[in-house]
């Protein structure tokens, strides 16, 4: 890809304007690094970024993973909360974010609870379907030893669902960077997404290359990250 680009950009096989060389988004990005754009140095909107889809997934994984379980578990909580979670889940965020900012204003708590409304969702979802995984031998082979209902849910249950967690989480971080660049397209003063925005307006091309790069490198370290969490966590995925 990146030979292409360099190919396309040597040969003007598109506009400067509309696809800048290499060197040119190298100089930028260090440009935007030292002086700033959009009111804010790139450290400030990778961290102003950062910060709110940590808070999000703060927030997804403490409600999402002990209710996903209780639903798994139970079916009345089942019952109770898994039609309202599909029928939101089933909304672009986009959606619903004009009312998170007639409610909540424009400040940060809108994108917050949006993009808490966007990891919630399948990390519950996942925290419930490993539940629903637990093989019934397992269950029984442990209740047959005398396994209390608390060593049943910490010894087997838990263990046997965080597989499944975990993928719930990989994608709740995909979902969460998607609905925070947009989210920051249309209602914010900081972030990725908003510098992305303030460079599109003026046709700096090269600055929207350096932020969807750091987008991409912030992906693809949260990514790298679930792996080695996978690998420390269960390390039998992919092994029984």
Same mark, same amino acid.
């Given at each position: 890809?990146? %030979?292409?680009?360099?190919?396309?950009?040597?040969?003007?096989?598109?506009?400067?304007?509309?696809?800048?060389?290499?060197?040119?988004?190298?100089?930028?990005?260090?440009?935007?690094?030292?002086?700033?754009?959009?009111?804010?140095?790139?450290?400030?909107?990778?961290?102003?970024?950062?910060?709110?889809?940590?808070?999000?997934?703060?927030?997804?994984?403490?409600?999402?993973?002990?209710?996903?379980?209780?639903?798994?578990?139970?079916?009345?909580?089942?019952?109770?909360?898994?039609?309202?979670?599909?029928?939101?889940?089933?909304?672009?965020?986009?959606?619903?974010?004009?009312?998170?900012?007639?409610?909540?204003?424009?400040?940060?708590?809108?994108?917050?609870?949006?993009?808490?409304?966007?990891?919630?969702?399948?990390?519950?979802?996942? %925290?419930?379907?490993?539940?629903?995984?637990?093989?019934?031998?397992?269950?029984?082979?442990?209740?047959?030893?005398?396994?209390?209902?608390?060593?049943?849910?910490?010894?087997?249950?838990?263990?046997?669902?965080?597989?499944?967690?975990?993928?719930?989480?990989?994608? %709740?971080?995909?979902?969460?960077?998607?609905?925070?660049?947009?989210?920051?397209?249309?209602?914010?003063?900081?972030?990725?997404?908003?510098?992305?925005?303030?460079?599109?307006?003026?046709?700096?091309?090269?600055?929207?290359?350096?932020?969807?790069?750091?987008?991409?490198?912030?992906?693809?370290?949260?990514?790298?990250?679930?792996?080695?969490?996978?690998?420390?966590?269960?390390?039998?995925?992919?092994?029984?």
């Amino acid at each position: 890809m990146i %030979a292409l680009w360099f190919i396309a950009a040597r040969f003007g096989w598109a506009s400067p304007l509309f696809l800048p060389s290499p060197a040119e988004v190298l100089t930028q990005f260090s440009a935007v690094w030292a002086d700033g754009y959009a009111n804010g140095t790139l450290l400030d909107h990778t961290l102003a970024s950062l910060g709110r889809i940590a808070a999000a997934l703060g927030v997804g994984i403490f409600l999402g993973i002990p209710l996903g379980l209780l639903m798994g578990l139970n079916r009345w909580v089942k019952g109770i909360f898994s039609v309202p979670i599909d029928l939101y889940w089933g909304l672009p965020p986009l959606a619903y974010l004009p009312l998170l900012i007639i409610w909540l204003g424009i400040g940060e708590t809108s994108k917050i609870v949006l993009l808490s409304l966007s990891t919630f969702a399948p990390i519950c979802f996942a %925290a419930q379907a490993g539940v629903r995984s637990v093989p019934a031998e397992r269950i029984n082979a442990a209740l047959s030893l005398g396994a209390s209902r608390l060593q049943l849910f910490t010894s087997i249950i838990l263990p046997s669902a965080l597989p499944e967690i975990m993928t719930g989480l990989k994608i %709740a971080i995909g979902a969460g960077l998607s609905t925070l660049v947009a989210a920051e397209l249309i209602a914010a003063q900081s972030g990725l997404g908003y510098m992305i925005m303030s460079a599109a307006n003026f046709l700096a091309t090269d600055v929207v290359f350096v932020g969807l790069i750091v987008i991409a490198i912030l992906a693809f370290a949260f990514t790298s990250g679930m792996r080695w969490l996978e690998r420390r966590l269960i390390p039998w995925k992919g092994k029984l």
